[in-house]
């Protein structure tokens, strides 16, 4: 009997093993998140909050590793590998497509284009937006939300009121070829550069100035090497949350349900904040003294736009009629 025992517990214990779920099936699903800015942002915090709704909503089933500040890939290495599988989800700015043969984001760097962030953010949740993302899908890469980060400020170490004072001077463009006319409209040179190397470049003088959003330029602390900012709010800056297809149609489609609604939560939460987020950055810059803050007057505000609006008609041969067209309807303005 003593013999048998042994024997009896080891069948015993294969036969439970056998019933039991493979370990495997434990394990959470793994979605790397990477974006170039930092976490005290707009996106910064709707990457955070889609972290916290994705992990609560999926029960744990699926766990979100966020890299913030090009801790995993600059932004110009991001999207590619977004389409190999080495990270799963983005938020680039939508400027950064062109370089996929995606060219009609651009049209949403137009200057003076939204009027204010409610404007903007209706033409993303309408025809616009949905016809840009089906763009996206032929190259591997679906869209899931557009994010605001609010409109852009210019900076150098001299004000800038009137379009003849940018003349000269370098500016860092994240490498919109709409942003590079306008700049180069005003008598500028603009510069692509990674977003992880302005600080550095307008600290030694490379580049002369910039142009982002007020939280950016105080989470990356570009106005401790900038003298002057113009409060311009000359276009706007967005980004779109992207996922690989392959992976996201791969999903469990209960588990993408849930990914979703998680989603859709995150980018509510992110546009509201976007707009108070940037006061804040903006009334802190000031509060910092470390350099002096500019407001266009009505007739330097028609100064720019004027200077500016020749952008209008070169944008038809870099971005396409279609899309124009879509965004004129949309937001009932005038193409040229």
Known sequence: MRKLLPAVAAATLAFATLLAPPAFAQ??????????????????????????????????????????????????????????????????????????????????????????????????????????????????????????????MVSSNRPLMKPEDFKGLKFRISGSKIADQYFRLLGSIPQIMAFSEVYQALQTGVVDGC????????????????????????????????????????LPPDTRAQLEKAMNEATDYTNLIAHQENEDALAEIKKTGKTTLHYLSDADRKAWQEAMQPTYKWAKGRVGQEVLDLVAKELDVKMN
Request: glycine fraction near 6%.
């Open 211 to 250: 142009e982002n959003t007020a939280s950016n330029y105080l989470t990356q602390k570009f106005y401790e090497v900038q003298k002057d900012i113009t409060v311009s709010y000359h276009a706007h800056l967005q980004y779109a949350v992207i996922v690989n297809s392959k992976f996201w149609s791969g």
């Open 27 to 152: 394990s959470p699903i793994i979605i790397k998140f990477s974006h170039v800015v930092a976490n005290d942002t707009p996106k910064g915090k709707g990457a955070l909050k889609f972290k916290e709704l994705a992990e609560k909503y999926t029960d744990g089933k699926v766990k979100i590793e966020v890299y913030p500040n090009s801790s995993l890939y600059k932004d110009k290495e991001e999207i590619e590998a977004l389409q190999l599988g080495s990270v799963q989800m983005l938020a680039p700015s939508t400027a950064k497509f062109a370089p996929l043969g995606i060219k009609e984001f651009e049209a949403l760097d137009l200057p003076w284009l939204f009027k204010d962030d409610a404007t903007y953010s209706s033409a993303m949740k309408g025809t616009v937006g949905k016809w840009l993302f089906q763009k996206l899908e032929a190259k591997g890469i679906t869209g899931l939300a557009y994010w605001d980060n609010g409109f852009h």
